[in-house]
């Protein structure tokens, strides 16, 4: 059974940072691509990043510069490095596994987890 578990997420002012981690069981991080989601109140999810099992990574525009997407295959799981962060990154982030190229189309998944919130104060 795989499951993936997000946590990391906390209130954060402008301009500060957070690392959210994906705990990765009964699958290897390494094995396939994944991704990290997030979702705002009253907007559609979004992806923010993603990784292919090669280590290619690609990033929604509002966040290249800002968020770092890595893993590690020692620990299993997957992180989100987010600086800089802005009021507008306050949502839920969720993350996937799959193909790139079901990551990068948003699925589809089986299912998603609880999610970790993420709140950027001004």
């Known amino acids: 059974h795989v499951q993936l578990v997000e946590s990391g997420g906390g209130l954060v002012q402008a301009g500060g940072s957070l690392r959210l981690a994906c705990a990765f069981s009964?699958?290897?991080?390494?094995?396939?691509?994944a991704g990290w989601y997030r979702q705002a109140p009253g907007k559609r999810r979004e992806l923010v990043a993603g990784i292919s099992s090669g280590g290619s990574t690609t990033y929604a525009d509002s966040v290249k510069g800002r968020f770092t997407i890595s893993r590690d295959n020692a620990k299993n799981t997957m992180y989100l490095q987010m600086n800089s962060l802005k009021p507008e990154d306050t949502a839920v982030y969720y993350c996937?596994?799959?193909?790139?190229?079901?990551?990068?189309?948003?699925?589809?998944?089986?299912?998603w987890g609880q999610g970790t919130q993420v709140t950027v104060s001004s």
């Open positions: 009964g699958s290897s991080v390494s094995a396939t691509g």
């Open positions: 996937q596994k799959g193909y790139i190229s079901t990551i990068l189309m948003g699925g589809p998944f089986d299912y």
